[in-house]
């Protein structure tokens, strides 16, 4: 949608929010006739339209599946989407269960939000250890909620966030919509949509394989390099997995991971482990690149170009590649090299305070899901899809972008839910009709089965989730 922000009082149609984000990727029109959206607006206590935000992403993935598999196959199938199932993924780390008991712990003990000496607000991301030992640093106290509160209150809230995001700490300042949208990140955003696809270099056209038409899934022979931690793009890499990808994550040994997102979004990937700074592991890196179709990165802003595979250089080694970047701030604009997680992107561009309000509270409210991230993961592989489409006729090399804040600018421009937040909370006995047990290397899992209903190609995971480094770095046979 290109409603103006903040201005609709009733949530948009899910099928015109699918409709204006395939219009925007350039993918033919009549696959739009393929798809069947159920269900509606509220489906978890939120002000804002998370359920359409969720089933229009997840939706115009599977769509750019079925697509695919049409370009490949010359048939076409029906793809469904039910709102509820579609929420309920969004929420996939929040269910998940090894061997019937919780998982391993998300967060760490002081994240969160205090007020600071001003009286305004900051949120903390401290999961990564070096980001909690950082913030501790600067505050010069312990790892302790009270010491925390305590050390905040001697700092205003802006102040903080500028010094610790000049220490490469993940910190954020709650702004309300208006504050944000008078920042000059907002400005640099304004108007640019979720998702961005750019030819950045000459290739000549390279259709997928032809398909048998009684078998074969949507990206069957796709290769996909998958350089992303946390949930944004790690969903992206389990999407592209669900419909037939081989996807090989690289993570290395000296890199934080946090277990139960390693858990939920590992299914149907297989994972290596190289060291970047190593020669012998750089050049196995431009190995697999050099047999690839996608490469998806989530690293800090210009991390990977550092290390010689930054977009450009990886279409001049790759001609044709699709080139996949999550960002949390977005690739223009002031703000364009800050690090962030969707916790504290809800909390700077205004989505706390937003929905504070809306229940009559002072407190920052966040939204009931990771709405940005899983948002993000999914437009990031409707992405993918839509630049392997436009590579199979156009030829060239693609940029796919998308970042957090202008996920969270398409979220305000869905509307708002009158009396959204009267809407119940859904426990894990609620949505059990939506959950499946799979095994794994780390146990038996209970998930949130893939939302998206395709009528010849069910998408489903292949492999189980692993440990990390559990495979060697090389691709599997296309056949």
């Given at each position: 949608m290109t409603a103006s922000l903040d201005t609709a009082t009733v949530p948009?149609?899910?099928a015109s929010v699918v409709s204006a984000l395939w219009q925007g990727a350039g993918l033919p029109a009549e696959t739009l006739d393929h798809l069947v959206l159920t269900g509606d607006e509220p489906v978890l206590p939120s002000s804002f339209a998370v359920g359409t935000a969720a089933q229009a992403s997840l939706a115009a993935s599977a769509l750019a599946a079925a697509a695919l598999w049409h370009q490949r196959t010359g048939r076409w199938q029906q793809v469904g989407v039910e709102m509820r199932h579609a929420i309920t993924e969004f929420r996939s780390e929040r269910y998940l269960r090894v061997d019937g008991g919780p998982a391993p712990e998300l967060w760490d003990k002081i994240a969160g939000v205090y007020r600071c000496g001003d009286g305004r607000w900051v949120r903390l991301h401290t999961n990564f250890p070096h980001h909690r030992d950082g913030v501790l640093r600067l505050l010069g106290c312990a790892h302790d909620k009270a010491a925390v509160q305590a050390a905040l209150g001697k700092w205003e809230a802006e102040a903080f966030e500028a010094t610790a995001s000049d220490a490469g700490l993940v910190v954020a300042a709650m702004r309300s919509f208006d504050e944000w949208d008078r920042h000059p990140q907002a400005e640099a955003l304004r108007g640019l949509p979720p998702v961005t696809l750019e030819r950045i270099?000459?290739?000549?056209?390279?259709?997928?394989?032809?398909?048998?038409?009684?078998?074969?899934?949507?990206?069957?022979?796709?290769?996909?390099?998958?350089?992303?931690?946390?949930?944004?793009?790690?969903?992206?890499?389990?999407?592209?997995?669900?419909?037939?990808?081989?996807?090989?994550?690289?993570?290395?040994?000296?890199?934080?991971?946090?277990?139960?997102?390693?858990?939920?979004?590992?299914?149907?990937?297989?994972?290596?482990?190289?060291?970047?700074?190593?020669?012998?592991?750089?050049?196995?890196?431009?190995?697999?690149?050099?047999?690839?179709?996608?490469?998806?990165?989530g690293y800090r802003p210009g991390g990977l170009a550092e290390l010689g595979v930054g977009p450009e250089a990886a279409a001049r080694a790759r001609p044709g590649i699709?080139?996949?970047?999550?960002?949390?701030?977005?690739?223009?604009?002031?703000?364009?090299?800050?690090?962030?997680?969707?916790?504290?992107?809800?909390?700077a561009t205004g989505f706390n305070h937003a929905e504070a309000q809306a229940a009559g509270d002072d407190v920052p409210r966040p939204l009931p899901?990771?709405?940005?991230?899983?948002?993000?993961?999914?437009?990031?592989?409707?992405?993918?899809?839509?630049a392997l489409h436009r590579r199979a006729t156009e030829g060239g090399s693609w940029l796919v972008r998308v970042s957090l804040a202008q996920v969270g600018q398409w979220l305000r421009?869905?509307?708002?839910?009158?009396?959204?937040?009267?809407?119940?909370?859904?426990?894990?006995d609620d949505v059990a009709d939506l959950l499946e047990v799979l095994p794994s290397g780390f146990g038996m899992l209970t998930v949130v089965?893939?939302?998206?209903?395709?009528?010849?190609?069910?998408?489903?995971?292949?492999?189980?989730?692993?440990?990390?480094?559990?495979?060697?770095?090389?691709?599997?046979?296309?056949?």
């Amino acid at each position: 949608m290109t409603a103006s922000l903040d201005t609709a009082t009733v949530p948009a149609a899910p099928a015109s929010v699918v409709s204006a984000l395939w219009q925007g990727a350039g993918l033919p029109a009549e696959t739009l006739d393929h798809l069947v959206l159920t269900g509606d607006e509220p489906v978890l206590p939120s002000s804002f339209a998370v359920g359409t935000a969720a089933q229009a992403s997840l939706a115009a993935s599977a769509l750019a599946a079925a697509a695919l598999w049409h370009q490949r196959t010359g048939r076409w199938q029906q793809v469904g989407v039910e709102m509820r199932h579609a929420i309920t993924e969004f929420r996939s780390e929040r269910y998940l269960r090894v061997d019937g008991g919780p998982a391993p712990e998300l967060w760490d003990k002081i994240a969160g939000v205090y007020r600071c000496g001003d009286g305004r607000w900051v949120r903390l991301h401290t999961n990564f250890p070096h980001h909690r030992d950082g913030v501790l640093r600067l505050l010069g106290c312990a790892h302790d909620k009270a010491a925390v509160q305590a050390a905040l209150g001697k700092w205003e809230a802006e102040a903080f966030e500028a010094t610790a995001s000049d220490a490469g700490l993940v910190v954020a300042a709650m702004r309300s919509f208006d504050e944000w949208d008078r920042h000059p990140q907002a400005e640099a955003l304004r108007g640019l949509p979720p998702v961005t696809l750019e030819r950045i270099g000459e290739a000549p056209p390279q259709p997928l394989p032809a398909l048998p038409s009684a078998e074969g899934r949507p990206l069957s022979g796709v290769r996909v390099l998958d350089f992303t931690r946390i949930i944004a793009g790690p969903v992206a890499g389990r999407t592209l997995a669900a419909h037939g990808a081989d996807v090989l994550m690289v993570t290395a040994a000296h890199l934080p991971a946090i277990a139960p997102l390693v858990i939920d979004t590992g299914r149907g990937k297989r994972n290596c482990e190289l060291d970047l700074r190593d020669p012998d592991d750089k050049r196995t890196l431009h190995k697999l690149l050099h047999g690839a179709d996608v490469m998806l990165q989530g690293y800090r802003p210009g991390g990977l170009a550092e290390l010689g595979v930054g977009p450009e250089a990886a279409a001049r080694a790759r001609p044709g590649i699709i080139y996949v970047s999550l960002s949390a701030y977005g690739h223009v604009g002031p703000w364009s090299g800050k690090r962030g997680f969707d916790s504290l992107v809800q909390t700077a561009t205004g989505f706390n305070h937003a929905e504070a309000q809306a229940a009559g509270d002072d407190v920052p409210r966040p939204l009931p899901a990771q709405v940005l991230d899983h948002a993000a993961g999914y437009l990031l592989a409707f992405g993918a899809m839509a630049a392997l489409h436009r590579r199979a006729t156009e030829g060239g090399s693609w940029l796919v972008r998308v970042s957090l804040a202008q996920v969270g600018q398409w979220l305000r421009g869905l509307g708002r839910v009158p009396d959204g937040l009267q809407a119940p909370e859904q426990k894990i006995d609620d949505v059990a009709d939506l959950l499946e047990v799979l095994p794994s290397g780390f146990g038996m899992l209970t998930v949130v089965r893939h939302a998206a209903q395709l009528s010849e190609t069910p998408a489903h995971w292949a492999l189980p989730s692993e440990p990390l480094g559990t495979h060697a770095p090389e691709w599997l046979p296309r056949g």
